[in-house]
């Protein structure tokens, strides 16, 4: 049975730093394409970053501040945040889905339509 388990969300002040992963289980991650995605209260859930075999995708709101990475070895995805803003602030969801539903390892997808799997989501609060 697929699972996604995000953790290291909390508090943190504006310009500081958080490390998300995404855990997965059930799954090897080798050939899935993982997407971070965020939703705060009364907004919709937005997509923030992806990754697939070869290529990554930031939302211009987080480039430059977020990078997204994938250890393979360890079934796990990373989203390292800083330079963090009270605007950042959101439950975050990592989803993945299966390279074969695009006929491609390589493809990135951005929105959440095109995810098969999501996590229960965590917390990251920026404020002083």
């Known amino acids: 049975q697929v699972h996604l388990v995000e953790s290291g969300g909390g508090l943190v002040q504006p310009g500081g730093s958080l490390r998300l992963s995404c855990a997965a289980s059930g799954f090897t991650l080798d050939y899935y394409a993982i997407g971070w995605f965020r939703q705060a209260p009364g907004k919709e859930r937005e997509g923030v970053s992806s990754i697939s075999s070869s290529d990554t995708y930031y939302a211009d709101s987080v480039k430059g501040r977020f990078t997204i990475s994938r250890d393979n070895a360890k079934n796990t995805v990373y989203l390292q945040m800083s330079s963090l803003k009270p605007e950042d602030t959101a439950v975050y969801y990592c989803?993945?889905?299966?390279?074969?539903?695009?006929?491609?390892?390589?493809?990135?997808?951005?929105?959440?339509?095109?995810?098969?799997?999501w996590g229960q989501g965590t917390q990251v609060t920026v404020s002083s």
């Open positions: 989803a993945a889905v299966h390279g074969s539903r695009f006929g491609s390892y390589y493809y990135t997808p951005t929105t959440l339509f095109e995810y098969d799997y």
